[in-house]
């Protein structure tokens, strides 16, 4: 189990890093033209750059303090967070009537919670 949650793990900080660096590395109004991002429209710049942030940090979480074994506890609370930003995601793609990304966001929140609570309980560093 505990191979299976690294690649877990491993997958999600390799999506949510890309994801945060793309956010935090371009402007608005280029995260705009991609027709997979008209969601940024809705969104302040400072707020797409927080999102960002949040997802490239959660992404280190999730890896660095199991790696180093410095303070495990922040890979379950890493996971919690990013789960809680597909949440948001999951809201705000069905306020807008995106059907496609809601299920992406959705496997996306499952397999965070996964990390989190096996993480936290049965199989914790």
Same mark, same amino acid.
């Given at each position: 189990?505990?191979?299976?949650?690294? =690649?877990?793990?491993?997958?999600?900080?390799?999506?949510?890093?890309?994801?945060?660096?793309?956010?935090?590395?371009?402007?608005?109004?280029?995260?705009?033209?991609?027709?997979?991002?008209?969601?940024?429209?809705?969104?302040?710049?400072?707020t797409l750059k927080l999102i960002g942030a949040?997802?490239?940090?959660?992404?280190?979480? /999730?890896?660095?303090?199991?790696?180093?074994? =410095?303070?495990?506890?922040?890979?379950? /609370?890493?996971?919690?967070g990013l789960a809680v930003i597909m949440l948001g995601?999951?809201?705000?793609?069905?306020?807008?009537?995106?059907?496609?990304?809601?299920?992406?966001?959705?496997?996306?929140?499952?397999?965070?919670?996964?990390?989190?609570?096996?993480?936290?309980?049965?199989?914790?560093?």
């Amino acid at each position: 189990m505990n191979v299976f949650l690294w =690649i877990v793990a491993g997958v999600l900080a390799a999506f949510f890093l890309a994801a945060g660096v793309t956010k935090l590395s371009q402007s608005k109004a280029k995260l705009g033209e991609n027709p997979q991002m008209g969601w940024t429209k809705d969104f302040s710049a400072g707020t797409l750059k927080l999102i960002g942030a949040a997802e490239a940090l959660g992404a280190l979480g /999730l890896i660095l303090p199991g790696a180093l074994d =410095i303070a495990p506890v922040l890979v379950p /609370l890493a996971a919690t967070g990013l789960a809680v930003i597909m949440l948001g995601a999951i809201v705000v793609h069905a306020r807008r009537k995106e059907s496609q990304p809601i299920i992406l966001n959705a496997v996306i929140l499952v397999l965070a919670l996964v990390v989190a609570i096996f993480r936290f309980g049965p199989n914790s560093f």
